[in-house]
């Protein structure tokens, strides 16, 4: 790839949506409430986790709905929903219908594969023997030609409804939604085959180490399959780990470092049978990260960063980092409020 200057114009952030087991209540709206405080900050998109067992968010569908109610224009995304639990129409109709009550800012990240934890989830969730069950991507395109709607049957085909007869199709339709579907790439065949079937690609601080060792080595790979495979002229953007100490108070500061020190062995070596490569977390001052982002040589060939807040912290602890991100270290990178024009229709984008 050839040398460009950084110039990000969009940032975003991925928040796990972690609650209390015994209140879930209030950590969801707690969520709800960081994006609302995201969206008055001037972040262009707030992404949501799906997870299953976990004490997180297991729906994304419904939990983006909520969020249409609690924000304006704030792009909403799913990072990601694990196609193989979905039934593609199904969640077609459901993600249709929150992205018309959010008039057209969701974008929906989907990934394919054999999905967590299906040895416990697949009894109850699949009829029959459910080992044989389709984890391909097939199941992706399928949720993909759902959302483009088609009228079903021939020309001629109609139901009968209490407005009448209708041609039948997916309601709602959501115009545009098909073209806001991205896919997360952790492989060369993931951003491969997102190249060449239309996604926009989601590239965060895990990937898989092919050939190489270095993640940064086997990032820009995984982006330029992807871009020589069709994806040059959609989005794509990048997620790190960043927790600015700025904002916080003395013994929060020590809690990040320790956070950022147990998880810097996993940084060393690619782990485990897949060669796993791990990025490293971006904890220090605005000025520390401001340099270790200038420096990272997966920035200057995006236009959109992703912060990927973590699991373990407080929600006052996700506000201070949203500050210290909006105001020491966003600007260094080019970012504005007024370039990011958060009023702006995603769809167009």
Known sequence: MTDHKIAIDH?????????????????????????????????????????????????????????????????????????????????????????????????????????????????????????????????????????????????????????????????????????RLWYGGGSLRSARWAGENGFNLLIGNVTTGEQTDDFFEAQIRQLETWRQAGGARKRVALGRVIVPLDGADAGTRRRYLDYAAGRHARTLTPQGERRTLFARDLVGTSDEIVERLLADPILPHVNELRLELPYEFEQDEYRQILDDVVARIAPALGWSQTKSNPSANPAAA
């Open 11 to 179: 940032i975003g952030f991925l928040t796990p949506g972690n609650y209390a087991s015994d209140d879930p209540l209030a950590g969801l709206e707690q969520t709800l409430g960081l994006l609302e405080y995201g969206e008055a900050l001037g972040f262009a998109s707030a992404w949501v986790r799906q997870r299953h067992l976990e004490p997180g968010i297991s729906s994304a569908a419904a939990f983006l709905a909520a969020a249409t109610q609690r924000t304006d224009h704030i792009q909403l995304g799913t990072a990601v929903i694990p196609i193989g639990y979905e039934n593609p129409y199904r969640l077609a109709e459901d993600l249709s219908t929150v992205d018309v009550l959010s008039r057209g800012r969701l974008n929906v990240g989907l990934s394919a594969g054999r999905p967590p934890h299906v040895d416990l989830i697949g009894p109850l969730a699949f009829d029959g023997d459910w080992s044989g069950y389709d984890f391909s991507h097939q199941r992706v395109l399928r949720f993909a030609d759902n959302l483009r709607g088609a009228f079903l049957g021939d020309e001629h085909a109609v139901i009968n409804t209490p407005f009448g007869p209708q041609r039948p199709r997916l309601q709602p339709y959501a115009k545009g939604l098909a073209d």
